[in-house]
């Protein structure tokens, strides 16, 4: 057999080489149409598996990742140039690869000639994109991302009196606000949170007619007094705070006189009167939640730890109102100071009586038995249990140690309920064992997630629960304005009430503000939702 001619097979070779590289082209192309074909079925799949409150923003993530795959998989060479290449050269996979590798230090050595003369142009090139990327977030951030751009100006100036315009001003009619809170002194952090929270409230509103006026009180009655005068002078006649009650009961007075709307971020119910709504969250209406919710399930021998002090007597006062009604008195009762000796005192004391029961308990078991030469079961009833149930009223260490003493003292949490208000929710009781399995009522969160999202992004901090309350209220009277005009009463007090970050919620004409509650319990270091709130008010 003769042997083909050397430029034959050499002609052969360059022919199967073309044609690898073209299927190797066909075989990248499909790889990108598969990997852009991949991602758009895990969007619709993550998609599918949110809420629809995430979808939009999964949607915007989505568009980045495809834009990304653009720029990403766009090579310094096209195809069609690599095509060319192997036609006119003639070569080798290795002299191809060499060529290629030429071309992207070319390519490398233009790029760094461009950087000294473009700088300016690669300036407006960042920009751009900065632009871009903000068009696809504008849905979750929105005009947040101008204050984000101020934040670190806001920190710089917390020691000064704040007076700030959210909106610029425009021709048409806009609406004060006073806001009263402290920016300065042992509360400012506080104070700038809330601060933080309104901003948030009114952007996302996007409510022009609104100029919040911001004043900073230092947490002093006077102060706050002087400021209040000053602000009516100026026509204000809607104020948001103070936030405690000592500066707020300083102003209600000339407030309700002077014809003012004033939203206070205080739980104190003494100070709430026609036009002075109180919007802290209301003690006595946790209380009646857990209380009743105890009694649902029969738990009628109910103890009482309360602190020494006016929020004590309150509690004390609300529990008798409430049980009253119901033909029940508070089992027994038992008052403590700061002081850790008296907190521990005080557990002992609600605790007498639990020992002997268990003992009883224990008694009871071993004397149950079978009699052999009778044939009858012999048994000897244990005593009745002290309480079945026992509501602390506090908040964070004290709250650990009055349980922690409570269990030391034979009262078996798993026997006996503990309970309390949303007060609880600090996650620093969370390693307490003998808080594990009580019950507390809270504020519906249902839809705090994305806002309180947002307010960390925007604030590098977590949202404070005051803060959220804040929000409600800005919130509140922005929809009542771009409603009606102006802050119409009648639709103020509607009877249906308002969807707020901290839960269902409805003005009354007396200053109270009413919600509805969930039961929240403790579960393996975690708080649990037991019994979602009410999602309308019954009457």
Request: proline residues 3%.
């Amino acid at each position: 057999m003769c042997k083909p001619p050397l430029t034959s097979i050499f002609l052969l070779l360059v022919k199967s080489v073309k044609s690898l590289l073209v299927f190797m082209l066909k075989l990248n192309n499909i790889f990108k149409i598969s990997k852009a074909f991949c991602l758009l079925i895990s969007i619709v799949i993550t998609s599918c598996s949110v809420n629809d409150k995430e979808a939009f923003d999964i949607i915007n993530e989505a568009k980045k990742f495809l834009s990304n795959i653009t720029l990403d998989e766009a090579p310094v060479n096209k195809p069609e140039e690599k095509i060319s290449t192997v036609k006119n050269t003639n070569r080798s996979e290795n002299t191809i690869k060499k060529v290629e590798k030429k071309n992207s230090e070319i390519l490398i050595s233009k790029k760094e000639e461009n950087k000294k003369d473009s700088k300016k142009i690669t300036a407006e090139k960042t920009d751009e994109k900065k632009n871009i990327n903000n068009e696809e977030e504008k849905v979750s951030q929105s005009k947040l991302l101008k204050k984000i751009e101020k934040k670190d100006d806001l920190k710089s100036n917390q020691k000064m009196i704040r007076e700030i315009e959210v909106y610029k001003k425009t021709s048409s009619p806009y609406i004060k606000i006073g806001v009263l809170l402290p920016l300065t002194g042992e509360n400012k952090e506080i104070g700038n949170l809330i601060i933080n929270a309104l901003e948030l409230a009114l952007f996302q509103a996007g409510n022009e007619n609104i100029h919040l006026i911001i004043k900073d009180t230092e947490a002093n009655p006077k102060k706050t007094q002087k400021i209040f005068s000053n602000l009516i002078e100026d026509n204000v006649n809607l104020f948001i705070g103070p936030l405690y009650s000592r500066s707020l009961a300083s102003i209600e007075s000339f407030a309700s006189q002077e014809n003012i709307k004033l939203f206070a971020l205080t739980n104190n119910t003494n100070l709430a009167k026609e036009g002075v709504w109180i919007f802290g969250i209301n003690p006595q209406q946790q209380t009646k939640t857990i209380l009743d919710f105890l009694i649902s399930k029969d738990k009628k021998k109910i103890g009482f730890l309360l602190p020494d002090n006016s929020y004590g007597y309150l509690l004390y006062d609300t529990v008798q109102k409430i049980l009253e009604r119901k033909n029940i008195t508070p089992t027994r009762v038992e008052f403590f100071k700061e002081t850790i000796q008296s907190q521990e005192k005080a557990a002992k004391n609600i605790s007498k009586g639990f020992q002997k029961y268990e003992e009883s308990l224990k008694e009871e078991e071993e004397n149950n038995y079978l009699d052999n030469d009778v044939g009858e079961l012999i048994s000897t009833v244990a005593i009745d249990k002290p309480l079945d149930s026992i509501f602390i009223g506090a908040s964070g260490q004290t709250l650990t140690i009055l349980a922690s003493q409570l269990q030391y003292s034979s009262v078996d949490p798993k026997k006996v309920s503990y309970v309390g208000t949303s007060s609880w929710e600090d996650e620093s009781i969370l390693q307490e064992p003998a808080l594990n399995g009580g019950y507390f009522s809270a504020t519906s969160e249902n839809l705090q997630q994305e806002v309180s999202k947002i307010y960390s992004i925007a604030y590098g901090t977590e949202m404070p629960k005051v803060a959220m309350v804040a929000y409600d209220i800005l919130s509140l009277l922005s929809a009542t304005l771009k409603e009606k005009g102006d802050i119409n009463m009648k639709y103020l007090l509607s009877e249906n009430g308002y969807l707020g970050l901290r839960g269902l919620f409805r003005l009354k004409l007396d200053g109270t503000v009413e919600r509805t509650f969930q039961i929240k319990t403790i579960k393996k270091a975690k708080f649990k939702t037991f019994k979602n709130a009410p999602e309308f008010f019954r009457y």
